[in-house]
């Protein structure tokens, strides 16, 4: 009953791996949004694309490369992650108007060995 | 820009008690504030939120109130029950676009 989905649930990757997390929204929101969640912390922003373009990049390191494909579809792009990357990565979509709540997938649990 | 603070960090009531967990923020530009219940595991989802020409708001057992002139806003939850128990982050919004979340506050609710 997620309106954002999330995948892969899960993923281990090696430090020197390339992966991809995806996300998509059939809400016809116009803002997305990349979050790193650590455990009992609160969601820390990585990026929002908004109407398609990057309108935020919250200084994130360029190991991390996202990427809006469409307006439903979000993209993570992983390399040359370290052990500390490892959280829980959050999607989140928006109408990207004023008093509008964001709506938060699931997540990926990322581990990085 | 925006800083927002979250009290208490932990919170335990016994079943059928209140819970009051209480935000400020720091921009009086900001005009709207969501309230997130993340259950172990699971995603954070919306709960309930106010803006800022209201005062107070009132789903059911939860409320929220907002001062603005004070910078502060609180969720109440009254006649709390177990499946209340989670981790709750207040966040406020300026431009629709960002969101800043405060600390969170791991509520127990015990039997």
């Known amino acids: 009953d997620t309106e954002v989905t999330q995948t892969p649930k899960h993923l281990v990757m090696g430090m020197t791996n390339k992966k991809s997390l995806k996300c998509e929204q059939h809400?016809?929101?116009?803002?997305m949004y990349w979050y790193k969640q650590k455990a009992k912390k609160p969601p820390e922003l990585m990026f929002v694309y908004s109407y398609e373009k990057l309108s935020i990049n919250e200084s994130v390191p360029s190991r991390f490369s996202p990427e809006c494909p469409n307006s439903s579809l979000l993209n993570l792009h992983l390399h040359a992650l370290q052990p500390e990357d490892s959280a829980l990565y959050l999607c989140?979509?928006?109408?990207?108007?004023?008093?509008?709540?964001?709506?938060f997938g699931n997540g990926t649990r990322l581990t990085v060995t | 820009g925006e800083n927002v603070e979250q009290h208490p960090s932990t919170l335990s009531v016994q079943e059928g008690d209140s819970a009051v967990i209480k935000c400020t923020y720091s921009?009086?530009?900001?005009?709207?504030f969501p309230w997130y219940k993340q259950e172990l595991g699971k995603r954070p989802q919306l709960i309930i939120d106010?803006?800022?020409?209201?005062g107070e708001k009132k789903d059911q057992r939860i409320a929220v109130t907002l001062n603005k002139t004070a910078k502060h806003f609180s969720l109440h939850i009254t006649e709390t029950q177990p499946e209340d128990s989670a981790v709750y982050f207040c966040?406020?919004?300026?431009?629709?676009?960002?969101?800043?979340f405060g600390t969170g506050t791991s509520l127990t609710v015990i039997p």
């Open positions: 106010i803006r800022s020409n209201v």
């Open positions: 989140a979509s928006g109408p990207g108007a004023y008093n509008s709540p964001l709506h």
């Open positions: 809400m016809g929101h116009r803002a």
């Open positions: 921009d009086s530009a900001s005009n709207y």
């Open positions: 966040a406020a919004s300026t431009s629709g676009n960002q969101f800043y």
